[in-house]
Every structure is written in C-alpha cells, then in structure tokens.
C-alpha cells in the first residue's frame, strides 16, 4: 500500500492550483518519483492530465495578477515582466492547444491534403 493511496483528490487539487510535481512531492512528504509513479498508473494518469490542464488557466491568471500588482519602479516592472513570461510558458505547455503559439493547420481534426507537384522523376508534395 502506497503513503499517496486515497490523496489523488488532494493531488489533483494541488495540481489544479498551480502547484508543481516537486512541490506536491514536498507537501505530501513523499520522494518526487514515488508521486510520478503513483500519477503514472492507468488509473490516475487521465484525473492528472485534465488536472494539468485546468491548471493552465491558473498560469494564466497568475501572469495577469503579478503583473497588476506590481510596484511602478523599474525593477519590479522587468521582474514582474519576468514573471509573467514564465506564467505564460508554463500554462502553453500544459495546455498547448489553447495557450500555445502554433497554429492548427486541419481541417475539422483532418490533415490538410498537399498538392503533388512532379519534379523530374521525383514527387514532391507541397
């Protein structure tokens, strides 16, 4: 029996608030890789993914407060900048599809089919 067995609830919510794998480690006094493992099984890991994306709202939030609270010298502005850079990235990387900065080139969640262009005895498709 696991020390994490009956805390998903609680490890989605940190999650979920933005916490990190390191830091929900530390709050549950666990080894970082034990709650890699325990979110890794088949029957937690879909729970872990939908919280990882929630939490990209959270990111979201979080750059837009920092950057509203901050004080108006000029270090606090760079820092508060700095902040809100690294808020962004985090919450594209767990939610790409809504934060991230590459387009969708489908159609309806289909490829878009290239023309074939001949070019000697080679196809090319473009």
Known sequence: MSKLDGKLDEIIEMLIDGDSYRV???KLNVPLSTLH???????HSA???EA????AS???DKAEQVLK??????VEVQRARELAQHYRWKASK???KIYGDKLD?????????GTIVKWGDKEITI
Request: glycine share 2%.
């Open 105 to 113: 080139v489908t159609s309806d969640g289909e490829q878009i089919k």
């Open 24 to 26: 929900v480690a530390k």
């Open 69 to 74: 609270d901050a004080d108006s010298n000029l």
């Open 47 to 49: 729970r872990v993914r």
């Open 52 to 55: 990882l994306l929630y939490s």
């Open 94 to 96: 767990r939610a790409p």
């Open 37 to 43: 493992d325990y979110t890794s099984k088949s029957e």
């Open 58 to 60: 959270t990111f979201d």
